[in-house]
């Protein structure tokens, strides 16, 4: 079984990307392997973030690397706050926080779509890596709902179950997602090739 560093502390981030990615490879995330290297993402697009986090980890390690850079993109505020999205609101707020704080800024708003973006990068070496990057559509709503999923979850619509993202199952949402769609492709790409 082939091993790759997961390029990520979020523990939900690692559940969802082992349950999609399942026995065919093992996944070891950084507090597994006690990386705790500050890695500053200061790209300008999600796969550019993800690079960076693949290149730093893999220099310590010198092992595959696996990156996700993901964010949420609200269509009438240009596409922010898209590769800040963890950030949004500052330093020190919660999940529930920022999405508070984003239902308070788009109050009256009538243009509510919006997409999570997933950039996955697979960093083999220096001169080898791969990337994949999906989304997944939908809209804001102007209450939280559900009890499922992380982040923006409970906020973000999704017409093709017609419920919010935090009221459908782990497998459902897995099905649809930014990164779930991104996990499945790279996946796919991973049983092509020989690391």
């Not at 079984?1 to 990615?21: D, G, P, Y």
């Not at 993402?41 to 960076?52: C, P, Q, T, V």
């Not at 973000?156 to 993202?165: A, H, R």
Request: glycine share 10%; hydrophobic share 40%.
């Amino acid at each position: 079984m082939q091993t790759i560093i997961l390029a990520t502390k979020n523990q939900h981030k690692t559940r969802e990307l082992s349950e999609i990615f399942g026995n065919s490879i093992a996944l070891k995330d950084l507090t597994s392997i006690n990386f705790d290297k500050e890695i500053i993402e200061d790209g300008n697009s999600f796969i550019e973030n993800a690079l960076i986090k693949c290149k730093a980890v893999y220099e310590a390690t010198g092992l595959p690397v696996l990156a996700d850079d993901s964010g949420l993109c609200v269509e009438a505020w240009g596409g922010k706050p898209g590769i800040h999205t963890a950030r949004y609101g500052g330093a020190g707020l919660n999940d529930i926080e920022r999405y508070e704080l984003m239902l308070k800024e788009m109050k009256g708003e009538t243009n509510r779509n919006a997409a999570y973006v997933c950039a996955l990068v697979l960093y083999v070496s220096p001169t080898r890596f791969y990337i994949v990057q999906e989304d997944c559509c939908g809209t804001l709503l102007e209450a939280p709902v559900g009890n499922g999923g992380f982040g923006y979850d409970p906020i973000f619509f999704t017409p093709v179950y017609g419920k919010g993202m935090a009221e459908i199952s782990a497998d459902e949402k897995n099905a649809i997602s930014h990164r779930g769609k991104a996990a499945v492709a790279m996946k796919n790409l991973i049983q092509t090739l020989k690391l």
